[in-house]
């Protein structure tokens, strides 16, 4: 059998992660310190494939000059462009030529999973199903791809985000497939929202006789498309952080938990309550951080508390005792405020905006 390949959606355009996304692909935002992209690719790569494509749209270069050539996961990486955003399945059969007839696997860029994706993979090699979905149960499953499953687990029917749901078994976005999936792609028609639903090419298999096998995903996944759940994947990974103190933690200053202070930071005065990442070169004075903080390099906090937060590089937090609470702050942000307002900010900021709290 050919070589298991992964194709990586990562042409959307996180709409509705504005403003973060008007300046960088929602694929890149941090959570944990790493952007999503990386961390599907760590587990791309975890599963042993090495011939990856990525497709890709809307800022397509910020892409690549993240990823390049894939050496930093040892990968072959592949740059696939999706002209018009016209749907999951046709974002697919841009890979058709990179894919040609080995088995693949499609990895929605946004999509986080604690299990990874090893045996999935392992198990489609082997077991001869023409596609295989992972799925997930939840409480609301309307806002996904539902599936509908025999005794054995073999997928009798999918529809995308139905009003009345037969099951809570939602697909997630991971998915392998045999060639044969770019006759159903070809064979589709665009949905009721104008785009080319990969669910809909799925329940052409089902129907046209080819067997769609399934996995019940176990461990966290998450669907990081929006600000709470971006807040969401970022403290489940830094739930599993483990503490490195590479820059300097003064006297004067508490760390409890499990805690990362990157290469050249400076921790003046202050307490930091894991779990935490504080990226390289940031300064945090008279600052109380935590939990579930993610602060990207060179970022300097004083004299403030945040807690459930992501801060992307660059940014400047100070005299804002009250805090920052559950809040996504772009890169290159100032918020300052006058230190006696005690009230608690919830905040969703683009790159560079300058907030004075008075
Ligand atoms: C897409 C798929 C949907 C799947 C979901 C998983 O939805 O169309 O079937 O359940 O990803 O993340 P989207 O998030 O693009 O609306």
Request: hydrophobic share 40%; charged share 20%.
């Amino acid at each position: 059998m050919s070589e298991l390949k992964a194709v990586i959606l990562c042409a959307g355009e996180g709409t509705r992660l504005r403003p973060l996304t008007f300046s960088r692909p929602k694929h890149l935002l941090p959570v944990a310190g790493k952007p999503l992209l990386g961390r599907a690719l760590d587990t791309i790569r975890e599963a042993d494939i090495r011939q990856v494509a990525l497709v890709v749209g809307h800022q397509a270069e910020a892409v690549q000059a993240y990823v390049g050539g894939g050496a930093a996961w040892d990968i072959e990486a592949t740059y696939i462009l999706q002209e018009q955003p016209l749907g999951l399945a046709n974002a697919v059969n841009c890979a058709k030529e990179f894919v040609g007839e080995s088995p693949f696997i499609v990895f929605l860029g946004d999509n986080l999973l604690e299990a990874g994706i090893g045996d999935f993979a392992d198990d489609f090699c082997q077991n001869q199903a023409a596609a295989a979905l992972v799925l997930r149960e939840v409480e609301d499953p309307r806002r996904y791809g539902v599936a509908e499953l025999s005794d054995d687990g073999t997928v009798e029917r999918v529809v995308e985000k139905p009003e009345e749901p037969k099951s809570n078994l939602a697909i997630v976005g991971v998915y392998a497939f045999e060639s044969c999936i770019f006759d159903a792609i070809a064979s589709i028609q665009p949905s009721a929202r104008g785009e080319y639903e990969i669910t809909d090419a799925i329940q052409w298999l089902v129907e046209n006789g080819h067997r769609v096998s399934s996995t019940i995903l176990q461990g966290f996944w998450e669907d990081a498309g929006e600000p709470v759940a971006l807040l969401r994947a970022n403290r489940l990974y830094l739930d599993r952080l483990v503490s490195t103190i590479e820059g300097t933690v003064n006297t004067a200053s508490q760390v409890s938990g499990a805690v990362h202070v990157g290469l050249g930071s400076r921790v003046n005065n202050s307490r930091i309550t894991g779990p935490c990442f504080i990226g390289d070169n940031c300064v945090l004075q008279d600052a109380t951080i935590g939990p579930y903080v993610s602060l990207g390099d060179g970022c300097q906090v004083r004299n403030s508390t945040i807690e459930d937060a992501i801060i992307q590089s660059g940014s400047r937090i100070e005299n804002l005792p009250g805090g920052l609470k559950r809040s996504v702050l772009g890169e290159q942000v100032v918020v300052a405020g006058d230190a006696r307002n005690n009230a608690p900010l919830h905040l969703l900021l683009g790159d560079m905006a300058q907030i004075r709290v008075i």
